[in-house]
Protein backbone atom coordinates (compact mmCIF):
# COMPACT_ATOMS: atom_id res chain seq x y z
CA UNK A 1 0.00 0.00 0.00
CA UNK A 2 2.82 2.50 0.43
CA UNK A 3 4.02 1.73 -2.77
CA UNK A 4 1.25 2.86 -4.56
CA UNK A 5 0.78 6.08 -1.99
CA UNK A 6 4.45 7.13 -2.88
CA UNK A 7 4.16 6.22 -6.42
CA UNK A 8 0.90 8.61 -6.51
CA UNK A 9 2.97 11.59 -4.92
CA UNK A 10 5.50 10.93 -7.25
CA UNK A 11 3.54 11.35 -10.27
CA UNK A 12 1.85 14.72 -8.42
CA UNK A 13 5.17 16.55 -8.04
CA UNK A 14 6.28 15.21 -11.74
CA UNK A 15 2.93 16.30 -13.48
CA UNK A 16 2.00 18.64 -10.89
CA UNK A 17 5.10 20.79 -11.57
CA UNK A 18 4.69 20.60 -14.94
CA UNK A 19 5.77 23.98 -16.42
CA UNK A 20 3.30 25.60 -19.19
CA UNK A 21 4.74 28.48 -21.47
CA UNK A 22 2.23 31.02 -21.87
CA UNK A 23 1.66 32.50 -25.44
CA UNK A 24 0.95 36.30 -26.46
CA UNK A 25 -2.57 36.91 -26.42
CA UNK A 26 -3.33 34.13 -23.88
CA UNK A 27 -3.58 36.27 -20.98
CA UNK A 28 -7.17 37.75 -19.62
CA UNK A 29 -7.25 40.63 -17.55
CA UNK A 30 -8.46 38.52 -14.56
CA UNK A 31 -5.04 37.27 -14.98
CA UNK A 32 -3.25 40.44 -14.39
CA UNK A 33 -5.90 41.46 -11.98
CA UNK A 34 -4.52 38.56 -9.47
CA UNK A 35 -1.48 40.93 -8.99
CA UNK A 36 -3.45 44.16 -8.09
CA UNK A 37 -2.43 45.31 -4.38
CA UNK A 38 0.58 43.05 -4.46
CA UNK A 39 4.15 44.69 -5.31
CA UNK A 40 4.16 43.24 -8.50
CA UNK A 41 1.44 45.69 -9.80
CA UNK A 42 3.19 47.48 -12.05
CA UNK A 43 5.50 44.87 -12.84
CA UNK A 44 1.99 43.15 -14.09
CA UNK A 45 0.44 45.97 -15.86
CA UNK A 46 3.61 46.78 -18.14
CA UNK A 47 3.63 43.21 -19.16
CA UNK A 48 -0.27 43.74 -19.43
CA UNK A 49 0.50 46.83 -21.67
CA UNK A 50 3.48 45.44 -23.91
CA UNK A 51 0.73 42.75 -24.77
CA UNK A 52 -1.06 44.93 -26.50
Known sequence: MK???VY???CLLIF???S???KKGE???QDIE???GTPAWELAKAV???SH
Open 3 to 5: NYL
Open 27 to 29: LTI
Open 48 to 50: DDE
Open 16 to 18: GCE
Open 8 to 10: ALL
Open 34 to 36: IFE
Open 20 to 22: RSI
